[in-house]
């Protein structure tokens, strides 16, 4: 039986797009959902609360998704964490594979309204491997 994606970290250094997305994965997904406007602070929320997945903006100032990640993948608790990279310059990753441990990357602007139900089927085909 497979499990349910039920809580995501959202990180982005605009508040705004962490006001949508943190309302569309509650309000249409159901989810749980942990917000941080920095990769410090995600990595200060990975350490106290268990997250499924993380959706994290790549363009952030001081620390950027990038830097987030590996920093996520040297500590043995946050490493096998699924992530899903967003940003406005998605066709940097077209061309090129997406850094190892990124399931996704999700375009900016996206819609709030299939995001939740884009995640569980990234969840679930990831599960069901």
């Not at 929320?45 to 950027?64: F, G, H, N, S």
């Not at 920093?71 to 066709?91: C, G, I, N, S, Y």
Request: hydrophobic fraction near 50%; charged fraction near 25%.
């Amino acid at each position: 039986m497979t499990r349910r994606l039920t809580t995501v970290l959202c990180v982005d250094d605009d508040a705004d797009i962490l006001a949508v997305v943190s309302l569309s994965l509650r309000t249409l997904g159901g989810l749980t959902v942990h917000a941080a406007r920095s990769g410090a602070e995600a990595l200060a929320v990975l350490r106290r609360e268990r997250v499924d997945l993380v959706l994290l903006d790549v363009m952030m100032p001081v620390m950027d998704g990038l830097e987030t990640l590996a920093e996520m993948r040297k500590d043995p608790a946050m490493a096998k964490v699924m992530v899903v990279l967003m940003t406005a310059r998605v066709q940097l990753y077209e061309r090129a594979e997406a850094p190892e441990g990124v399931r996704a990357v999700i375009a900016k602007p996206f819609d709030p309204v299939s995001l939740p139900n884009r995640l569980q089927a990234l969840w679930a085909r990831a599960d069901a491997r």
